[in-house]
């Protein structure tokens, strides 16, 4: 069997930032990547950039995913995605620990983002439903008395 060898793309000097964002797998579409740009979540030195920027080797792009900025050094500028296992030789990640801390202190609190009255019904919801509709839908309880001088 041969043996596959991964091989990164050819690097230059300076990269598209959307397109970098979305060749170093930080966001799952370029479209994605350029419209986090637009809405002022990807910042280089506290500035917001548009997806058209081109960014350099040695700069710390940060990345605001709620709930948490996540801080990446760019060691390659490459506008060709590139596998998985390629990636260490893409970017370094620099995040802060207490970015981490605050991540898994919002899944501990459980804390579900999703606005109430969006989205699926949890359980409990789908059961309130339930029985609101079926006591709306036949109006009366089995104790009320129709006029019995009928």
Same mark, same amino acid.
């Not at 960014?55 to 760019?74: D, H, L, M, Q, W």
């Not at 999703?114 to 009366?140: C, L, V």
């Given at each position: ?13 300076? %990269?598209?930032? *959307?397109?970098?964002?979305? %060749?170093?797998? +930080? /966001? ?5 990547? %350029? ?8 910042? +280089? $030195? ?8 081109? +960014? ?9 995913? !709620? ?10 500028? +490459?506008?060709?995605?590139?596998? %998985?296992?390629? #990636? !260490? ?6 995040? $802060? ?10 899944? #501990?609190?459980? /804390? ?27 109006? /009366?309880? $089995? ?5 019995? *001088?009928?």
């Amino acid at each position: 069997m041969a043996e596959k060898t991964l091989r990164m793309p050819k690097a230059g000097e300076s %990269a598209r930032l *959307d397109k970098w964002l979305w %060749a170093a797998r +930080i /966001f799952k579409t370029r479209s994605m990547a %350029a419209d986090a740009c637009k809405n002022g979540r990807v910042t +280089i $030195d506290g500035v917001t950039l548009k997806p058209s920027h081109n +960014i350099k080797a040695g700069e710390v792009v940060n990345v605001r995913k !709620p709930p948490i900025t996540y801080s990446f050094k760019v060691l390659a500028c +490459i506008e060709q995605r590139v596998g %998985a296992k390629l #990636i !260490p030789s893409v970017y370094e990640n620099v995040t $802060d620990k207490k970015q981490y801390e605050i991540l898994e202190m919002s899944r #501990i609190s459980g /804390f579900v983002d999703r606005a109430r009255g969006t989205g699926r019904p949890t359980k409990k919801e789908r059961r309130q439903m339930d029985a609101f509709g079926e006591a709306a839908m036949f109006g /009366f309880d $089995d104790d009320d008395d129709w006029d019995d *001088d009928m």
